[in-house]
C-alpha cells in the first residue's frame, strides 16, 4: 500500500510525474519546484463507482435542499406535482450547461432537463 508524500520544502502534497527522457518514476510538488524519485513505480488510482440506487438517492435528496432554487412554473411528467428544484450542471457527453429539474414530491423524485 502507497501512503501520501510531503514536500520537504512548502509542505504541500507531492504528485507522480513521469520523466520520458529518464524513463523514471518522480514524485513533484505543484506548488514550488521539489522532486524526488520514486521508491516505487506503482501507482495505485481510486475509482469510486455508484450503483443505481445510490444516485437514484443522491437525487431523491437534491429535493430537499434548501438551499437550491425551486419553481412552481413546471409540472412534473410523472405525477403532475406542481413544484420543482432545478440546477445547472454539464450532462454526460455534452458540452454546454443543462438545466435539471428535480421533483418535490417525497413520493416521486422524477428528474427531466430542459
Known amino acids: 500500500m502507497s501512503t501520501m508524500k510531503f514536500c520537504c ?3 504541500n502534497i507531492l504528485y507522480p510525474k513521469e520523466d520520458r527522457e529518464e524513463k523514471i518514476l518522480l514524485f513533484a510538488c ?3 519546484e521539489h522532486q524526488e524519485v520514486a521508491d516505487d513505480n506503482c501507482v495505485y488510482r481510486n475509482e469510486i463507482h455508484h450503483s ?3 444516485r437514484t438517492q443522491v437525487l ?3 429535493a430537499a435542499d434548501p438551499t437550491l432554487p425551486r419553481t412552481k412554473s413546471v409540472r412534473c411528467a410523472q405525477c403532475n406535482h406542481g413544484e420543482a428544484v ?3 450542471a ?3 457527453g455534452e458540452e454546454g450547461m443543462t438545466l435539471f429539474f428535480v421533483c ?3 413520493n416521486c423524485g422524477y ?3 430542459d
Open 52 to 54: 443505481v440506487g445510490e
Open 104 to 106: 418535490c414530491n417525497p
Open 30 to 32: 505543484r506548488n514550488c
Open 90 to 92: 454539464t450532462a454526460r
Open 86 to 88: 432545478f440546477f445547472q
Open 111 to 113: 428528474r427531466w432537463r
Open 9 to 11: 520544502e512548502c509542505n
Open 60 to 62: 431523491q435528496d437534491v
